[in-house]
């Protein structure tokens, strides 16, 4: 097992956005990019992902097979997201029923998603590869994370190798904290969440929410924070955070001033720079009645040192 904090890649990189299953947006993209399915390019650059391969689209195995043996050709490098912790953590959503076939209920729109499933002797494999991913891979001028760069949260994380052992230690830490100090159960719920380092790392920090909010159909009392506004040091490229709302959606979370892809040609000029253009929500837009076939969600690509976005499919349709 390596450890949780790791070195980057050095050279040319093109870093990508969560992919949620959708192989078809990958292979799509990495070919905009100049790879070769074996993930070699002609200027011998290299691909970082930021985690949160799976859940929500239509393979998520496919997904993970690829991305596992690109960096076994150690042509790419992967950090674990939260829907890969849940995995490991054992958490079973309707959005891993692909992975864990729990019983979900027949009205769940989940039970309905087509989904490829992943098979009993594949599941063990998957988790030894996801079980080997870093939560941080960071050089001095880069730093890559699923949600959240907090040095505080990084920094007992350094030579430590066991992701869901440092989560269970902290876990039971905080349960002891919380007793003693007679927090409420809301209360208790943010502390986890912000002073957890591993689901800080891969989920980000939360405040309670002035007023209650729906997101992706679930009634939520706490927000997320737009940490990176506050951020400072070597650019740091995260996931995690949809940039992009479907119609009718509600930004509750407040994060971003826009929600539509920046332009091609336009350089990302942003210490912190978000890359999920919300390609997890494209089972949603499948699924809209009327559906024509052009997706208003993109899977990114974030080139560096050029800082230059590239898009699984033009943005056109997007930026009418
Ligand atoms: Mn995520």
Redesign the pocket.
């Known amino acids: 097992m390596g450890t949780l904090v790791r070195a980057l890649f050095a050279g040319s990189l093109d870093i990508i956005g969560?992919v949620h299953g959708e192989i078809d947006a990958l292979l799509s993209l990495l070919q905009r990019l100049g790879y070769d399915e074996d993930g070699c390019h002609p200027e011998n650059r290299r691909l970082v992902f930021v985690?949160?391969l799976v859940d929500r689209g239509p393979d998520s195995p496919a997904v993970v097979s690829l991305v596992k043996r690109l960096i076994e050709r150690e042509r790419a490098q992967c950090v674990l997201?939260?829907?890969e912790l849940n995995l490991l953590l054992g958490s079973r959503k309707p959005d891993n029923v692909w992975f864990f076939h729990h019983p979900l209920s027949p009205s769940d729109p989940a039970f309905l998603r087509p989904q490829a499933w992943i098979s009993e002797r594949e599941r063990y494999a998957m988790l030894d590869f996801i079980a080997d991913l870093p939560l941080v891979l960071e050089r001095s001028d880069l730093r890559v994370v699923?949600?959240c760069w907090s040095d505080s949260a990084i920094d007992p994380l350094r030579g430590a190798k066991d992701a869901v052992a440092w989560h269970d230690a902290h876990c039971e830490r905080i349960d002891v904290e919380v007793r003693r100090c007679g927090l409420s159960p809301s209360v208790a719920k943010l502390v986890h969440q912000n002073d957890n380092p591993v689901k800080r790392l891969t989920?980000g920090p939360e405040t309670k929410a002035d007023q209650p909010f729906v997101s992706m159909g679930k009634l939520r009392h706490e927000r997320r924070v737009a940490w990176w506004r506050t951020y400072s040091g070597p650019l740091c490229v995260f996931?995690?955070y949809w940039r992009i709302l479907l119609p009718h959606e509600v930004d509750g979370d407040l994060l971003f001033a826009s929600d539509r892809p920046p332009s091609l040609g336009i350089p990302c000029e942003d210490e912190a720079a978000c890359i999920d253009f919300s390609v997890g929500k494209r089972y949603i837009e499948r699924s809209a009645p009327g559906f024509s076939g052009a997706f208003q969600t993109r899977l990114a690509a974030l080139r560096l040192p050029e800082r230059e976005w590239i898009f699984d499919t033009e943005t056109s349709d997007a930026e009418e």
């Open positions: 969560d985690g949160d997201g939260n829907h699923h949600a989920s996931g995690h």
